[in-house]
């Protein structure tokens, strides 16, 4: 989609903290595609706990909260534009659509 409307962008950038999924390196700006899962999103039925070895996730779901945390603030600090698409909001695209455009045009 992001391609479609004409925006250039580098995939799991290395050089970067976190890899981001997309970077925009002229722009200075980066999106990342969260699972709602994995990345524990607030609110999101998709993000529900494990019935079994609960501990266990629940230590997971907390590490890999913190370290996004921590890749976003050095990102931030590094001076890049961040953007969080959230696996439940890929399947409306008109909305999405309108989301990454106005991220990008900013």
Known sequence: MVHSLGYRYRLHNKKLPGKPDLTFMSRKKIIFV???FWHR????KK???????????KAKFENNVKRDEHVQN?????????????????HNLIELKLILKSFLEK
């Open 47 to 57: 993000a529900s706990m494990p019935k079994t070895r609960t501990d266990y996730w």
């Open 34 to 36: 969260h699972g709602c």
């Open 74 to 90: 050095e990102l931030k600090n590094l001076g890049w534009k961040i953007l969080i698409v959230w696996e439940c909001e890929t």
């Open 41 to 44: 999103h607030p609110d999101c």
